[in-house]
């Protein structure tokens, strides 16, 4: 059973246009997200998937000269760039990280990876209860070939998962409880949605050790950060 990590990115956000080569610690968003994933004891593989058109090119450029594995496929339609990017490098097994959460708990993707090795049957697991940016969510690579064609919707294809968690009684799915949302914590998000997105990140970052940190670290630095 061959586990990766795909990770989607581009450089065409509306809300914050080229936010993959904002810096984080001196390092490239993208950079830090790709580094921290490969803390995964149980991935074979770490791949950045971005788009086949010229607004990515930069993105691919930077992947490549940093070593990066990656992968170009379609723009709009990333769930067949997810389909695409794991037949290539022959996946069973894919969890999925947006470019946007450089503290995605890794721990929680492992545990959804063992969970898989353990029931070849399971279909599809994703976290839950904790802040946004700690979330993933893992499938196997015959799920998406069985539920895609030509009849999705855009925002099916899109979203990658939506269908999948629309219909979710019609699959073998788990969910794994993080416990990871305090209350006094909502108002923080961890992903990189906006501007002012990545100056919690890099507050966050400096804070922490190289990119083996845990997400009960990230919660006591939020902690910290709330009470100054």
């Not at 971005?50 to 450029?61: A, G, P, Q, V, W």
């Not at 990333?78 to 097994?93: E, G, M, P, T």
Request: charged content about 30%; overall charge negative; glycine content about 2%.
């Amino acid at each position: 059973m061959k586990k990766a990590i795909l990770i989607q990115a581009r450089l065409s956000s509306s809300r914050f246009p080229k936010k993959m080569l904002k810096k984080i610690n001196n390092i490239t968003l993208i950079e830090y997200v790709y580094n921290r994933c490969n803390e995964s004891k149980k991935a074979d593989r770490v791949v950045v998937i971005t788009s086949n058109e010229e607004s990515d090119d930069e993105l691919y450029r930077l992947c490549v000269d940093k070593n990066i594995a990656v992968y170009r496929g379609e723009l709009g339609n990333v769930l067949k760039r997810y389909i695409d990017a794991s037949n290539h490098f022959d996946v069973d097994v894919i969890c999925r990280v947006c470019g946007d959460s450089p503290f995605v708990d890794i721990k929680a993707i492992d545990k959804m990876f063992y969970n898989f090795e353990c029931n070849p049957d399971l279909d599809y697991m994703s976290t839950t209860n904790s802040l946004n940016g700690f979330i993933s969510e893992v499938f196997s690579s015959n799920l998406l070939n069985t539920v895609y064609n030509d009849d999705l919707s855009t925002e099916d294809k899109e979203h990658v998962t939506k269908y999948i968690r629309d219909n979710i009684l019609e699959f073998n799915s788990e969910e794994l409880d993080l416990d990871l949302k305090p209350k006094e914590l909502e108002k923080f998000t961890l992903t990189v949605d906006y501007p002012n997105d990545i100056l919690i990140a890099q507050k966050v970052a400096k804070n922490l050790k190289k990119f083996d940190f845990t997400s009960n670290d990230i919660i006591n630095i939020l902690k910290q950060m709330k009470d100054n």
